[in-house]
């Protein structure tokens, strides 16, 4: 248990359809990172937060928005869902967010958009 | 164009074998370079980290390697276990500041067979 939580577990939804993902980090940790894994693929990193501010960007679609909030709990939303947004997201956390540490992976929430 | 590139991309081997998994990158400037394990549907797990001066880090019967004159890295696998079975992710970080780069591998898809 690396004491990142993410809820939900699943989630099912329709084409079109918004979702919201939540994310809390390990105690103590500052910084959030959202990935996105897609079936029998690689790890895609979306965007980073440290302390309330967005610190780091990647391959995120304008459709997805993220924030963290002052209790460093983040949430991932994604919007006009299509088909091939269906995928592992996955929340990681590490103390304050520089590349020499470690970063801690949440169980992940599996997406499925019918 | 900054690169982390994995050989093999699958392998099987049989219990109780030895193996090595590879990583070639191309991200410049250079940190560290870490392998994580990542079991099938989980969030990945960190193994080993190790920066531009170090050559080997061992994790029980992980051991991983690094030449930064040539900028490979290598993973080796002692007496395999079925518990083994997973993808192990090879993750590059550029220069430690507020935008720093992190590169992820595709990963090697590792099959233990009894």
């Known amino acids: 248990d690396s004491g990142v939580t993410q809820t939900p577990k699943h989630l099912i939804t329709a084409t079109g359809q918004r979702v919201t993902l939540r994310c809390s980090p390990r105690?103590?940790?500052?910084?959030v990172y959202w990935y996105q894994q897609s079936l029998d693929q690689g790890l895609q990193f979306l965007i980073q937060?440290?302390?309330?501010?967005?610190?780091a960007k990647g391959n995120i679609l304008e459709r997805f928005s993220a924030q963290q909030f002052p209790d460093l709990h983040s949430e991932l939303n994604l919007s006009s869902l299509e088909l091939g947004d269906s995928a592992l997201y996955f929340c990681?956390?590490?103390?304050?967010?520089?590349?020499?540490?470690?970063?801690?992976f949440g169980p992940g929430t599996r997406l499925l958009v019918l | 164009k900054n690169q982390v590139e994995q050989s093999p991309q699958s392998l099987i081997i049989l219990e109780g074998k030895n193996c090595t998994l590879q990583c070639n990158y191309t991200v410049s400037p250079f940190s560290n370079l870490r392998w994580y394990k990542q079991d099938t549907g989980r969030g990945p797990v960190s193994l080993t980290i190790m920066t531009f001066s170090e050559n080997t880090k061992s994790n029980g019967r992980y051991t991983a390697t690094l030449d930064a004159d040539t900028k490979q890295s290598s993973l080796h696998i002692t007496a395999s276990q079925l518990s083994d079975s997973a993808s192990y992710i090879c993750v590059v970080s550029g220069p430690m500041d507020s935008n720093y780069q992190l590169i992820w591998g595709a990963g090697t898809k590792l099959i233990i067979k009894p």
């Open positions: 937060y440290y302390n309330g501010e967005e610190r």
């Open positions: 105690s103590g940790d500052l910084s």
């Open positions: 990681a956390s590490s103390p304050t967010g520089t590349s020499q540490e470690t970063q801690y």
